[in-house]
């Protein structure tokens, strides 16, 4: 499922209008799909300025940690950009 960010921001008011405004509460699914995509983006330009191979690339074997890990460090990030955003109301 491909998102679009207005959409993610549209799901995340919703569920703050619902959980009572508390960004933490947001469920962690709503923002996994962008959360991968900026890891990934991040890795890539990262070992490209390196001159290094992708790091996500599909020729690597998986370590399903060493994922997990990028998506939650990127997870986090997401989260406190949009703290920030909806403390400062800002929302466009």
């Given at each position: 499922?491909?998102?679009h960010?207005?959409?993610?921001?549209?799901?995340?008011?919703?569920?703050?209008?619902?959980?009572?405004?508390?960004?933490?509460?947001?469920?962690?699914?709503?923002?996994?799909?962008?959360?991968?995509a900026?890891?990934?983006?991040?890795?890539?330009?990262?070992?490209?300025?390196?001159?290094?191979?992708?790091?996500?690339?599909?020729?690597?074997?998986?370590?399903?940690?060493?994922?997990t890990?990028?998506r939650?460090?990127?997870?986090?990030?997401?989260?406190?950009?949009?703290?920030?955003?909806?403390?400062?109301?800002r929302?466009?």
């Amino acid at each position: 499922m491909r998102l679009h960010p207005r959409d993610l921001r549209s799901q995340t008011l919703v569920l703050l209008d619902r959980e009572g405004g508390d960004v933490a509460r947001v469920a962690d699914e709503a923002w996994i799909p962008f959360a991968e995509a900026l890891a990934r983006g991040f890795d890539r330009e990262d070992a490209a300025q390196r001159g290094e191979t992708d790091p996500w690339s599909p020729e690597f074997p998986v370590d399903p940690d060493w994922q997990t890990a990028r998506r939650h460090c990127a997870l986090q990030g997401l989260k406190e950009a949009f703290e920030r955003l909806m403390e400062n109301g800002r929302t466009e």
